[in-house]
């Protein structure tokens, strides 16, 4: 019983959506029966009077326009008037991908679209060269000192993260671009810096420690100076503790030697000591357990001061990426200027701008034609 209902459903909303009097978005899996649909939203179209030059079908792949093209034709020759009247019309059909459409009109139109007549669509394999080679490029020109923290990027993700992510920046750019530049612009602070951030976390240190005077107090606590010095961790965070109070001596890994001495991995306060500084490294138990609830009491605080550091962190973090982004994209163009092409992003972002002006124009045109009557 209940197929039955979801068939009668179905059958309505396949009705409904084949229907040329509505505009209807259709979402379905694959395999559904969505070019069915629109085969037969295209066959009421005809049977309506439309003409076929006047109806514009449109798929993402050739393969799929094809397909929609042939049934359109198999099922005209099944209704035999329709067919009398439409098969001597057949090249008025309009099948055809998205990027095939809008290349069409920039053709069209290429003075108005300020491109070269000879624009022609780059296949895959050469706009894939042309983006590893814009890459290239650009992360060496970074590596060369061009404005962005190149090395900052490369500890922070990995160059092969790094890359990859270039990459997908460059290749889905009609939507991640404008998302990206919004988050800087308008979430990501304009003073952020690297340096900045590291003179605040080292100020919040100070105010965790109660001043200088509070940070000798702790290191005092801690194993004496010649077994810290044999412990790489503790002798690290005796220098970013007694001296990144001063901004000027602070650097990230300092910064994370300390978060390894007073967080867990999960940036958790500390409940045990950490094995930076083994029990047997104090001279008595009684030093090790007044060094142990001094890093328990100020944990709290330094995990405070350490979570704003990520954060400011990772805002330079996306302002760099955007940097970096903004670099590959533009020699990316460079690149596909040269060999008078566009790439399917392209294609699809100069149709939209090119119809934009039009209608602007036209709308002007409008206006003063209103004024002068």
Known sequence: MTGEVLSFVDAGARAEASDPTLNIALEASAGTGKT?????????????????????????????????????????????????????RLFEMHVTTIDAFCLGLLREFPLEAGLDPDVALLDEVTSDRLKEEALDETLSASRRGRGVDIRFLVARFGEGALRRGMREFLQSRLTREEILRRYVEHV????????????????????????????????????????????????????????????ETATPVDVEEIRAYFLTLENAPRRRLSPLAPKESFATPAAYER????????????????????????????????????????????????????????VLLEAVKSSRRATTRAGSWASGRRGRT
Do not use: N
């Open 188 to 247: 990501v602070p304009p003073s952020v810096s690297l340096k900045t951030s590291l003179k605040r976390f080292s100020e919040s240190l100070a105010s965790v420690f109660r001043g200088r005077d509070g940070v000798e107090r702790f290191l005092e606590s801690g194993p004496p100076e010649e077994e810290a010095e044999a412990a790489p961790g503790f002798r690290a965070l005796r220098f970013a503790l007694g001296r990144g109070v001063d901004p």
């Open 291 to 346: 060094h142990r609830e001094a890093v328990l009491a100020l944990a709290p605080g330094v995990a405070r001061a350490y979570r704003q550091w990520i954060r400011e962190k990772d805002f330079y973090a996306v302002r760099q990426i955007h940097t970096l982004y903004r670099h590959a994209a533009a020699r990316f163009a460079e690149l596909k200027r040269a060999c008078a092409g566009l790439d399917f992003t392209d």
């Open 36 to 88: 069915r649909v629109l085969v037969d939203r295209y066959l009421r179209l005809l049977e309506a009077g439309s003409a076929p030059r006047h109806i514009l079908a449109i798929t993402f792949t050739r393969k799929a326009a094809g397909e929609m093209k042939t049934r359109i034709i198999d099922e005209l020759r099944q209704r035999p008037a329709l067919w009398s009247e439409m098969k001597t």
